[in-house]
């Protein structure tokens, strides 16, 4: 029963006394109760709302997106660091930081539920909303997104993991459960992610209205397509997939890279799709992860734990007046840009800037629950996407002009780099300084073929063939009776 329930629990229980997340900022406020599947059919308005807010409320969870992401997709690379104390382990952070992992670490198993989870409500979500009496353009979109969703959420496994079990319907039997308990090959998985965006593509509207903002427009699934190609090095599949997001003019760079990150900055022009952190009653954001990033011990009040603090080598890679350097690395002992003096004490020198909150200029809660949207998908990520693919279809001259809008926004000259080697090895580290703090950079070097010689640069212990892949947890491989392979060499 262990095994069944570790499977398909979100399958039979995901809809007990379920509340649903509004794509706004707010909550649909009423007592909680027991509600069965059928209950959501019979009242199709308010069930399918419930339905697919069930599936946007995954990616708030501490599991999805909190302290155990950051550790597997920033605090493995060489832009971060640990940070914390030297005695504060964060109980496998540690691990993290020296590439000493075991299958064991609980943030493997974290993320790996966390976007099980996600997946399994996506597959309710494709099943009983098509199911139900609804006008056709809405419940269009409801699947739209929930296939946008699905996708996400497996990209997150695929590049953790590797091939992993595939579950694209809801598991209506033992047989099914059965079947979801061995890994489909990563080719495969990568099939599924395709097939729910050229479906969430073809679905989702061009444009979302202020008041829907967080829910996923066409660009939104182009862009994704355009950065899954990329992984895939389907190079001229990307490149389609750039043009039709940069050609619908919907879109363009934030003149000042430092608001992104900010409240105001959400959902600018550059925003192709972030998640929508929720600033009413009950106060509600993703789980920890301001709090797990703020600065420790600043005098007057912590603002947080101090993990996943910038590195020396990332500082070290900006050029001179490149304004991400600013906007990215948050130093002790500075005047923040809401007048906040922050103390020369602090445990750590460098913090990250990008989870800053405001308690004077912005919303603000507490310290667990902050109106701090994540920036997912970006306009200035998919000019250097256009930049690299581009390049490895051999036209230098179109790679550059997507390169040198990111430059330009920076404050830097233009590159002039004439070879297709130089000019791919400058994009690299483009994308390392453009998207510093925004969990893209293991997955960066991995994808590239250059993390093993990047990291041992730095003395960390990462093993060709071994740490291309995070190790399966060893919690689901128990679960599954052994039936779920462990990847090489763990």
Not at 54 to 71: K, M, P, Q
Not at 81 to 91: E, F, M, V, W
Not at 223 to 239: G, I
Request: aromatic share 10%.
């Amino acid at each position: 029963m262990k095994k069944t329930l570790n499977i398909s629990h979100w399958a039979g229980l995901l809809f007990l006394g379920m509340a649903i997340l509004s794509c706004q900022k707010s909550f649909l406020e009423e007592p909680s109760r027991v509600v069965t599947i059928n209950d959501l059919i019979n009242n199709p308005q308010d069930g399918s709302q419930r339905i697919i807010g069930a599936v946007y409320n995954r990616l708030f969870d501490w599991e999805t997106h909190s302290f155990s992401w950051i550790g597997v997709s920033s605090i493995t690379s060489d832009e971060a660091d640990k940070g914390s104390t030297p005695g504060d382990g964060g109980a496998d952070k540690i691990e993290m930081e020296t590439w000493t992992l075991s299958p064991t670490n609980l943030s493997f198993n974290e993320v790996w539920e966390g976007n099980f989870e996600g997946v399994g409500r996506a597959c309710y979500a494709i099943e009983f909303i098509g199911k139900m009496d609804l006008p056709e353009a809405e419940k269009s979109r409801y699947i739209g997104e929930a296939h946008f969703l699905r996708a996400y959420y497996y990209w997150n496994l695929v590049r953790c993991f590797g091939g992993v079990p595939k579950i694209d319907r809801v598991l209506a039997s033992q047989a099914d459960i059965e079947a979801a308990s061995t890994r489909a090959s990563e080719a495969e998985i990568y099939a599924l992610i395709e097939s729910d965006l050229l479906a969430a593509a073809a679905i989702l509207p061009t444009t979302v209205p202020s008041s829907e903002a967080g829910r996923p427009s066409r660009g939104s699934a182009e862009a994704f397509l355009a950065k899954m190609y990329l992984y895939r090095k389907d190079w001229a599949a990307s490149k389609a997939m750039c043009d039709r997001v940069i050609g619908s003019g919907l879109y363009s760079l934030l003149p000042d890279y430092a608001k992104i990150w900010r409240e105001a900055g959400e959902f600018s022009s550059e925003s192709l799709w972030e998640i929508n952190a929720v600033a009413t009653n009950p106060p509600k954001g993703i789980t920890g992860y301001t709090e797990v990033q703020g600065m420790r011990g600043s005098g007057d009040g912590d603002f947080g734990w101090g993990f996943n603090v910038p590195s020396q080598d990332l500082i070290n890679s900006y050029e001179p007046g490149d304004k991400r350097k600013d906007a990215t690395v948050l130093v002790s002992g500075s005047t923040l840009w809401d007048g906040y003096v922050t103390s020369s004490t602090l445990p750590n020198p460098y913090y990250n800037y990008k989870a800053y909150v405001s308690r004077t200029a912005e919303s603000y809660f507490d310290r667990g629950q902050s109106n701090k949207n994540l920036r997912v998908l970006r306009y200035g990520d998919l000019l250097l996407i256009k930049a690299e693919v581009e390049n490895e279809l051999g036209d230098t001259t179109a790679a550059k002009t997507a390169l040198n809008q990111v430059r330009t926004r920076a404050g830097l000259q233009p590159v002039n780099a004439g070879s297709q080697s130089s000019l791919r090895e400058l994009i690299y580290k483009e994308r390392k300084v453009e998207l510093a703090m925004e969990h893209d950079r293991t997955f960066d070097l991995r994808r590239t073929g250059r993390a093993g010689a990047v990291l041992r640069a730095l003395g960390k212990n990462y093993v060709d063939g071994k740490h291309d892949l995070f190790p399966i947890p060893q919690r689901q491989i128990d679960l599954s009776g052994g039936k779920l392979m462990q990847n090489p060499m763990y």
